[in-house]
Nanobody
Framework: QVQLAESGGGLVQAGGSLRLSCAAS????????MGWFRQAPGKDREFVTT????????YYSDSVRGRFIISRDNAKNTGYLEMNDLKPEDTAVYYC?????????????????WGTGTQVTVSS
């Protein structure tokens, strides 16, 4: 069992940066692929980025590629999402997720564990 807790969200002006953290509790985080998703008001939850258990093969949605960077530190049981050049359309609740398989995954249905989310608001 893995429990996830996001932090680092907040209010930022367009063009600014934020770094989200995802702290995992449980003994298997280093075996879990992980991802970040987001949900804006009135919209479905959407994929943002994913990385495998070893920290390799990151993959990004078209909307964030080149601006966001996913990483993880398994020794600290923590995943990260560095967000740069933020835009108002990035405003959403951001969720981290982990899956029992070690591979990365794009579909939310492949994930077994979810955090409760952290709000990111980008003002224009």
């Amino acid at each position: 069992q893995v429990q996830l807790a996001e932090s680092g969200g907040g209010l930022v002006q367009a063009g600014g940066s934020l770094r989200l953290s995802c702290a995992a509790s449980g003994s298997t985080f280093y075996e879990n692929g992980m991802g970040w998703f987001r949900q804006a008001p009135g919209k479905d939850r959407e994929f943002v980025t994913t990385i495998n258990a070893g920290g390799g093969t990151p993959y990004y949605s078209d909307s964030v590629r080149g601006r966001f960077i996913i990483s993880r530190d398994n020794a600290k049981n923590t995943g990260y999402l560095e967000m740069n050049d933020l835009k108002p359309e990035d405003t959403a609740v951001y969720y981290c997720a982990a899956r029992r398989g070690g591979a990365s995954a794009i579909l939310s249905t492949f994930y077994d564990y979810w955090g409760t989310g952290t709000q990111v608001t980008v003002s224009s």
